[in-house]
């Protein structure tokens, strides 16, 4: 079956530090993959996307996530935390088996960036 | 540019009640459209998506229904709420395609009392 983990319910970090948020994935396949962030009461924003090509992609708001096919993992990452990072943050794949029609997403994992 | 709209944000609604949460898409055309519940502010349940007018899949059999009687608008409906029904839902669009995102509306705040 094609699912996606996100290993931590939550994640502390301080501002200005480096932040990840970790997900893996399996897919039987080609993965295609997305990070999207949900603010209080708001719909789900895209950030960004792995299709194909370089394993390092970079998308909004200054993230970049890492695909890492022997890990089948996808982690989230940006150099130095803001304040106004602190969301829900939510990995996805592709349900490919279906006809690509669908997105599954993972639990969500809590960012909160301590100024 | 395309938009989504949602309404409305928040609904009170007894149970036994009727409910219709509609979702309509503007600047696209022949979306893929998506109705998801999130319940406690984590994770997303799909529960219908259509890949055109009239087309509906069901994910999980329960007491809702979806209809896209356009284009670009899809209306989620109940006959009777339960007190279950409770949660956030989400419209969502995407362009047909399997490497497309997913655009979703601000949400609606269903309580059923």
């Known amino acids: 079956a094609q699912s996606v983990a996100q290993p931590e319910d939550q994640v502390n970090v301080a501002e200005g530090n480096p932040l990840t948020v970790k997900c893996t994935y399996s897919?039987?396949?080609?993965?295609?993959l997305f990070w999207y962030v949900q603010y209080p009461n708001r719909g789900l924003q895209f950030l960004l996307k792995y299709i194909t090509g370089d394993n390092l992609v970079k998308g909004s708001y200054g993230f970049e996530a890492e695909f890492n096919k022997s890990q089948t993992s996808f982690h989230l990452k940006k150099p130095s935390a803001l304040v106004s990072d602190s969301a829900l943050y939510f990995c996805a794949v592709r349900d490919m088996k279906t006809g690509g029609f669908k997105t599954i997403f993972g639990a969500g994992t809590r960012l909160f960036v301590k100024a | 540019s395309q938009t989504i709209h949602q309404w409305p944000a928040t609904l009170v609604q007894p149970v036994g009640s009727p409910l219709s949460l509609e979702c309509t898409v503007e600047g696209t055309s022949n979306p893929n459209l998506y109705w998801y519940r999130q319940a406690a502010g984590r994770g997303l349940q799909l529960l219908f998506y259509s890949v055109g007018i009239g087309q509906i899949s069901s994910e999980v059999p329960q007491n809702l229904s979806a209809s896209r009687p356009q284009d670009r608008q899809f209306i989620l409906s109940s006959k009777k709420l339960l007190l279950s029904d409770s949660g956030f839902y989400l419209c969502?669009?995407?362009?047909?395609?399997?490497?497309?995102?997913?655009?979703f509306g601000q949400g609606t705040r269903l309580t059923v009392v």
């Open positions: 897919v039987s396949g080609n993965p295609y």
């Open positions: 969502a669009w995407s362009v047909q395609g399997w490497n497309t995102e997913a655009f």
